[in-house]
């Protein structure tokens, strides 16, 4: 049973370039959320999708943007990056009925880093 | 807003007890979790507490108390692979949103 994968692994992009970045859920669940890490800290929520709507955000601007897919999959777009977009970016997925409150399931993350 | 606080760093032994606290500000809290991240990887869950009291599993525990808005996870029988940063994180808004703490770097000596 596969876990969360996110792909790439590691991306450098430039100033002002746009980003995609990608991410499949385990197996069984219906709800993925995207979260920024930088280094030494904590996740930052950024949104969450189910049902292929957004149906939370945090407090990110609207240069995040994201979709899901009928498989559940899911895409974070980062439109003009700015250097302070250089981040861990991480997948964690969880079901819809046991509430992403309880658990989530994260994966290996995306190393972002904006030249 | 909402805000969080867990001590930055804990250092013990082999075999030791340790404790870390998280204290919350937030609003519509809806429940508490515990994530353990080994560096270079990803958070993975340890437990959620929604109602006061204490959750144990296996050598870890957490406890809730929502009156005073604070919590804490106990690790148990430490292990050197328990050397790692952990998260505490709120559900907040009634579960509209999901906030980590700073987290607690964890050193296990021999």
């Known amino acids: 049973d596969a876990g969360v994968t996110q792909s790439p692994t590691h991306l450098i992009k430039t100033r002002g370039q746009q980003v995609t970045l990608r991410c499949s859920p385990k197996?069984?669940?219906?709800?993925v959320s995207w979260y920024q890490q930088a280094l030494g800290q904590g996740p930052q929520f950024i949104f969450q999708?189910?049902?292929?709507?957004?149906?939370q955000r945090g407090n990110f601007p609207d240069r995040f943007s994201g979709h899901q897919f009928p498989n559940y999959s899911s895409e974070l777009n980062v439109n003009a990056l700015l250097l302070g977009d250089s981040a861990l970016y991480l997948c964690?997925?969880?079901?819809?009925?046991?509430?992403?409150?309880?658990?989530?399931?994260f994966g290996p993350g995306t190393r972002l880093t904006v030249t | 807003g909402q805000s969080l606080e867990q001590p930055s760093e804990v250092t013990a032994v082999e075999g030791a007890i340790v404790q870390i606290n998280c204290t919350y500000q937030?609003?519509?809290?809806?429940?508490l979790s515990w994530y353990q991240q080994h560096d270079g990887g990803a958070p993975t869950f340890l437990s959620y507490?929604?109602?006061?009291g204490l959750e144990e599993t296996g050598r870890f525990s957490s406890f809730l108390s929502r009156s005073d808005s604070y919590g804490y996870l106990l690790l148990q029988e430490l292990q050197m692979k328990d050397s790692a940063s952990y998260f505490c994180?709120?559900?907040?808004?009634?579960?509209?949103?999901?906030?980590f703490g700073p987290g607690t770097r964890l050193s296990v000596l021999p």
């Open positions: 964690a997925s969880s079901s819809f009925w046991t509430g992403f409150s309880v658990e989530q399931y």
């Open positions: 507490n929604a109602l006061d």
């Open positions: 197996s069984g669940h219906d709800t």
């Open positions: 994180a709120v559900s907040e808004n009634y579960g509209q949103n999901f906030v």
């Open positions: 937030t609003s519509g809290f809806y429940g």
């Open positions: 999708y189910y049902e292929e709507e957004e149906r």
